[in-house]
């Protein structure tokens, strides 16, 4: 897990929304092992099933990975492939960063938009789950733009830093 302190003491108003973000994100995590290791005992010792845990730990799954996703890009916790990077000078791994970082921002933007519009008309037309408990879909699908726009916007802010450390040579973390 990465370190957090840092940014407990960030300020501003989308640092904290992200960081908030990590912990309903975690929370969800954990309850997610609750709710299926409940499934398994009630299950296997009782030989009573429970249908809806399966169905929301699912949900809690897309949930927890959309919430948290800007909070993992923030923390440069996400998979690369760096081994030819590595071999770059500094000043040019920070330029393809910073198209990274652009690239990035473009493309979720693009996922925010077109998921929002979806998640609209599915409101509009009140469609529901099709599985066990019947939840509107648009509640299940919301978090994709909400998500994507998180990380669009940090995105930029990762820009930002990247140009800013560009400007003043500076190669310090950008958390």
Do not use: C
């Not at 908030?20 to 929370?27: D, K, P, R």
């Not at 996400?78 to 000043?91: E, Y």
């Amino acid at each position: 897990m990465m370190d957090t302190s840092n940014s407990l003491k960030e300020k501003g108003l989308f640092n904290q929304i992200i960081h908030l973000t990590f912990i309903v994100s975690a929370v969800m995590i954990v309850a997610m092992g609750a709710l299926i290791t409940y499934l398994v005992i009630s299950r296997y010792l009782f030989h009573k099933p429970i249908g809806w845990v399966l169905e929301i730990t699912e949900y809690m799954l897309l949930w927890s990975t959309f919430i948290g996703a800007a909070w993992v890009l923030k923390g440069d916790g996400h998979v690369k492939i760096d081994l030819v990077i590595n071999f770059l000078p500094s000043r040019i791994k920070r330029q393809l960063e910073s198209i990274m970082y652009v690239l990035g921002f473009l493309l979720f933007i693009y996922i925010a938009w077109h998921t929002s519009l979806e998640t609209l008309d599915i409101y509009s037309r009140g469609i529901l789950s099709v599985k066990m408990l019947k939840i509107p879909k648009y509640f299940l699908l919301m978090i994709i733009p909400l998500g994507s726009l998180l990380l669009s916007i940090q995105n930029l802010q990762l820009l930002g830093i990247n140009i800013s450390q560009e400007k003043t040579g500076s190669m310090s973390s950008i958390i």
